[in-house]
């Protein structure tokens, strides 16, 4: 194979590795060019490579994506062979009947591809909504602040992170292995939320501490342990918590991902930041950095102008075009830095 072709082979095999593993919507899988190359080759390696960084992937063996999910690429994928070739590929049958036999989970997994090599992996509820929340699944504007956490490590290094509305957590994941923060409290007020959010923390290789507690001193040691944040789980209801509580997290920096969806959650999350900005009295102004997808305009502009009369200063953050992660075609985003 010219080097050329290798490398466009490399490529196709990165995007299904990296959408396959993150368990994105099968249209988005760059199907045609798989197609194409299959019908320029006489043999089938490419579909076994493809198996191989997608259903055989070790990620994908300890931690599996829905097995409904599985079940469709693995009949695209035959599709696809049986278009070009007149022999049957036996691995991708076994594969397939193997898939028919694993029973269908309310939970799967999804796992996220890092820079260095090492990957977030997080239990999700398979139903976008379940329990009641939106928070058990990962959306598009935490792949984006993630996106630009990596492109901007320094914002979290040797400093205290307060996430509002982690969610499944892959953001603060994501800057706990790579930006080295101090310590790192994710938060969320739905109880099924959290006991997942706790969940995928200790899946990749965290610790949790028991409540909100000051950072740690690591003794000065070379273990891995010394390098890890101090990690908290809080039950954070931005309608009912007091400026004490917010206080007791004594954060340097403020993140959050796609929480502006309703007028009253918007509502909610600018009275929080205001007190947050409260807490600080004397001490050095706190940024907060608020990613989102942008689905409805007059929703972020809600959001701007109520900044505007908490007295909270804001700033577009300029778009970044690193694609780490697989989005939605049609996702468009935003990120405001504010100043507390």
């Known amino acids: 194979m010219a080097p050329e072709e290798s490398a466009d082979a490399a490529g196709l095999l990165q995007s299904f590795e990296r959408r396959f593993l993150a368990a994105r919507a099968l249209r988005s899988f760059p199907w045609q060019s798989l197609e194409e190359k299959l019908r ?3 043999d089938s390696q490419l579909l076994l490579d493809v198996l191989q960084k997608t259903v055989k992937h070790p990620l994908c063996v300890k931690h599996p994506p829905s097995a409904k999910f599985m079940r469709c690429f693995l009949s695209e994928l035959i599709k696809k062979h049986e278009a ?4 049957p590929l036996d691995e991708l049958y076994e594969a397939l009947a193997e898939v028919l036999t694993t029973e269908e989970s309310t939970q799967c997994h999804r796992s996220y591809l890092l820079p260095s090599g090492e990957a977030v992996t997080l ?3 398979t139903a976008l909504v379940s329990h009641g929340t939106t928070g058990l699944v990962t959306w598009d504007a935490a792949l984006y602040l993630t996106e630009w956490a990596v492109e901007n490590p320094a914002t979290f290094t040797d400093r205290t992170v307060l996430e509002l509305g982690s969610g499944a957590g892959l953001t603060g994941l994501a800057i706990c292995k790579l930006c080295r923060p101090k310590a790192y409290v994710f938060s969320d007020c739905h109880s099924q939320v959290l006991e997942q959010l706790q969940g995928n923390v200790l899946l990749n290789g965290l610790s949790v501490e028991p409540g909100v507690t000051p ?12 390098e890890k944040p101090t990690v908290t ?3 954070l209801d931005w309608d009912l918590v007091t400026a004490p509580q917010l206080s007791a997290f004594q954060p340097d920096i403020v993140i959050a991902a796609d929480v502006l969806y309703c007028p009253e959650t918007i509502l909610s999350l600018v009275a929080v930041l205001q007190t947050l900005s409260a807490c600080r009295k004397d001490r050095s102004a706190l940024d ?12 972020c502009q809600l959001f701007t102008a109520e900044l505007g009369r908490a007295g909270i200063r ?7 075009d690193q694609k780490l992660f697989p989005y939605e075609v049609l996702s468009e985003m935003g990120m405001l830095k504010l100043t507390l």
Do not use: K, M
């Open 40 to 42: 320029d080759s006489s």
């Open 314 to 320: 804001w700033e577009a953050v300029p778009r970044h």
């Open 288 to 299: 907060a950095y608020i990613a989102f997808t942008i689905r409805n305009l007059e929703t």
């Open 215 to 226: 950072p740690r001193q690591h003794p000065g040691c070379d273990t891995p342990d010394s």
């Open 233 to 235: 789980v809080a039950q």
């Open 84 to 87: 070009v070739h007149a022999e």
């Open 123 to 125: 239990s999700e509820s």
